[in-house]
Nanobody, 121 residues
Framework: QVHFAESGGGLVRVGESLRLSCIVS????????MGWYRQAPGKQRELVAT???????NYADSVKGRFTISRDNVKNTVYLQMNTLKPEDTAVYYC???????????????WGQGIQVTVSS
């Protein structure tokens, strides 16, 4: 079983920053991809950023240049630094831990419980 401890969400104003953290523990054998997804009310869950094997990163176009994903493999922790936040970034953010084959094929994945990020205008 894989366990997630997500933190760092909250309420901020437009233009401010937040840093999300996610500690992954338990049966982490085989996990080589960690990332963040988000789901806004009435919308589907979407990719925000992923990091595969500590070097291959992928970002949603809407967050490129504003968000940065990073990992601490010793601590099994993934971070999401979010700068210049916009109201459209408001969503529940979910930590994801997965097994990838190559840089695209996801074999299996686990999800955190989610953390709220609200950006007020």
């Amino acid at each position: 079983q894989v366990h997630f401890a997500e933190s760092g969400g909250g309420l901020v104003r437009v233009g401010e920053s937040l840093r999300l953290s996610c500690i992954v523990s338990g049966n982490t054998f085989g996990i080589n991809g960690m990332g963040w997804y988000r789901q806004a009310p009435g919308k589907q869950r979407e990719l925000v950023a992923t990091d595969i094997n500590g070097g291959i990163t992928n970002y949603a176009d809407s967050v490129k240049g504003r968000f940065t994903i990073s990992r601490d493999n010793v601590k099994n922790t993934v971070y999401l630094q979010m700068n210049t936040l916009k109201p459209e970034d408001t969503a529940v953010y979910y930590c994801n831990a997965a097994r990838f084959i190559g840089s695209r094929d996801k074999v299996w994945e686990h999800w955190g419980q989610g953390i709220q990020v609200t950006v007020s205008s």
